[in-house]
């Protein structure tokens, strides 16, 4: 098989071990002669993998006993609804801040639930820097923020120190690098970008911050409901659970986050050196500083010779580097299973690109 060097934004690139498990799973779970895929969730073989994914998510976030992690269906944007729901009360406030689409989409939904305040926002330059020495009013009942910006390429290098419960979507880089998981009162991921494939969401909430709305409760939709269920209120989707654990114990296994982390650090300085090095190319992030280390943005000086550089991946088996439509010229995502090796060939194409263009 030609290997494919795959920076797709999501879903996006999973270690060639864990679906070669994943798939034998299929076939045959835990030598019981059955699928995965057709077991009962209350088997003792399933309850075992939920616990260990849960398990996994606390010890990568280093999240004491007073968090609890859930794996629902929905993807990220039912926590957009979901964070609201169940933490902004009838006279309360929630604080947003506005990095992107993504984040924009959590506050349309929060604004439908309860009085919702945008406390900062990077929208009035096309969100390409990161909002930074925002107040945080005390009264709210949380903040949320979004670690990284998929579409647009930024990231929070540093958190706010905030007086009030910090809920963040962490779909597009968790477990990428250490952060202090219990600066966040509630932590949620789409399996599908850096943690599993689609079909999942992972939220890890602490405890205190439950329970403090008036409303009367969907039961689908309240934290409560499925933590009592210990994450199976209902049939929990097995399979992405399934993958999403394989691929904590992948990076577990390997060395846990300190050794991601290293290996992220190295393919993000060598693409971004590249980019600022080229002549054909530059980045769409306004400051250094708030470059994403997980979705790289880059446009062509000459707009017009796209055509050729891509041409020039795709006969390097380069995959998955079109921009999102929002934004335009490339993406390269370097995820956690994208290997060193692969930004390796991507800086070399751009290399000869302006060798042949310049
Ligand atoms: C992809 C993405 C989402 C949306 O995830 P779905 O699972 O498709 O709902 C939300 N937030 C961020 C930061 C994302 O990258």
């Not at 933590?227 to 990076?251: A, D, F, H, Q, R």
């Amino acid at each position: 098989m030609t290997k494919v060097h795959n920076f797709s934004a999501g879903p996006g690139i999973l270690p060639q071990e864990v679906l070669k498990q994943a798939s034998e799973a299929v076939l045959n779970f835990n030598n019981l002669n059955l699928s995965l895929l057709e077991i009962s969730h209350r088997s003792k073989d399933f309850i075992a993998v939920m616990e260990e994914a849960r398990s996994l998510v606390k010890e990568l976030l280093e999240l004491d006993n007073n968090y609890h992690v859930l794996f629902l269906g929905g993807g990220a944007s039912l926590q957009f609804a979901m964070v609201p729901y169940n933490l902004l009360r009838e006279n309360g406030k929630a604080a947003y801040v506005n990095t992107g689409v993504w984040a924009s989409k959590a506050i349309k939904e929060a604004k439908i639930i309860g009085n919702t305040e945008v406390i900062a926002s990077s929208e009035d330059r096309k969100f390409a820097y990161i909002p930074k020495g925002y107040s945080i009013p005390t009264d709210a009942d949380y903040l949320h923020i979004t670690s990284n910006n998929t579409i647009y390429g930024t990231q929070i290098h540093e958190f706010p120190n905030s007086p009030i419960p910090m809920v963040c979507d962490m779909s597009s880089d968790i477990f990428s690098r250490k952060v202090d998981g219990k600066k966040f009162a509630l932590i949620y991921a789409g399996a599908q970008k850096n943690m599993g494939p689609a079909g999942t969401t992972m939220v890890a909430v602490r405890e205190d911050i439950l329970g403090k709305v008036e409303r009367k409760m969907l039961s689908m939709l309240d934290y409560r409901v499925h933590i009592k269920g210990e994450s199976m209120y209902n049939t929990p989707p097995v399979y992405p659970v399934y993958v999403s654990m394989l691929t904590m114990k992948w990076l577990k296994d390997n060395g846990g986050i300190e050794w991601i982390e290293k290996i992220n650090n190295q393919k993000a300085e060598l693409l971004y050196a590249e980019i600022d090095r080229n002549s054909m190319f530059k980045g769409t992030v306004e400051a250094k500083e708030d470059r994403s280390k997980m979705n790289v943005t880059f446009v062509m000086n000459k707009p017009e010779l796209e055509a050729e550089f891509d041409k020039m991946a795709k006969e390097a088996n380069l995959s998955g580097l079109k921009g999102h439509r929002d934004v335009g010229g490339y993406r390269a995502s370097i995820y956690n299973a994208l290997p060193l090796e692969s930004v390796k060939v991507l800086v070399d194409v751009m290399k000869e690109f302006e060798n042949k263009f310049a």
